[in-house]
C-alpha cells in the first residue's frame, strides 16, 4: 500500500533500504515498490511521528528528474524500483540505487530536487564518465 500521514496509518509497499539522518530527526525509506524515496520525521509534531515523500510517487514508475523550483505534484521524480539509498558526509544528499533505471540517483534534502548522478539507463557494465557508465540493476550505494 501507499499512504502519507500519521506513522501508524501510513503503509509501505516493499520497503527496500533505510537510513537515518545525521541529527536523527528523519528516517529515508527506500519505497521500491512504490517507486518513491519517503521520510518519517522521527520527531513527532502535535499530531504524531509524520510519514511523507520526498521524491517519486506510488504508481508513478518510470525515469524523470526534477529540477529545483518545479511543482513536484505537476512535474514529480520518478523512479522503478529504487532499492538502496545512503547519505552524504554532510548530510544533504541521498545517494539512490535506482535499479530498474540503471542509474545511480542523487536527491537534494533541501530543495528536493532529483537529479541523474551516472548512468546511461542502458544495462551493461561500462566505467567512464557519468553520463557514459553503464549499470545493470544497481541493488545499493555506499558512501
Do not use: C
Not at 104 to 126: C, I, K, M, S
Amino acid at each position: 500500500g501507499f499512504q502519507n500521514g500519521l506513522a501508524n496509518a501510513s503503509s509501505f509497499y516493499f520497503p527496500r533500504d533505510v537510513v537515518l539522518s545525521k541529527d536523527g530527526g528523519s528516517l529515508y525509506v527506500a519505497d521500491s515498490w512504490n517507486h518513491a524515496i519517503r521520510k518519517i520525521s522521527m520527531t513527532p509534531d502535535s499530531a504524531g511521528v509524520q510519514v511523507s515523500t520526498i521524491a517519486g510517487h506510488s504508481g508513478l514508475k518510470g525515469f524523470a528528474d526534477r529540477k529545483e523550483g518545479v511543482d513536484p505534484f505537476l512535474n514529480p521524480a520518478k523512479f522503478t524500483y529504487p532499492m538502496g539509498i545512503a547519505l552524504s558526509r554532510h548530510g544533504n544528499l541521498l545517494y539512490v540505487a535506482d535499479s530498474w533505471n540503471h542509474r545511480v540517483r542523487v536527491v537534494d534534502l533541501q530543495t528536493e530536487q532529483v537529479y541523474t548522478l551516472a548512468g546511461t539507463g542502458n544495462v551493461g557494465f561500462r566505467d567512464g564518465r557519468p553520463q557514459e557508465a553503464e549499470f545493470q540493476f544497481p541493488e545499493d550505494v555506499v558512501v
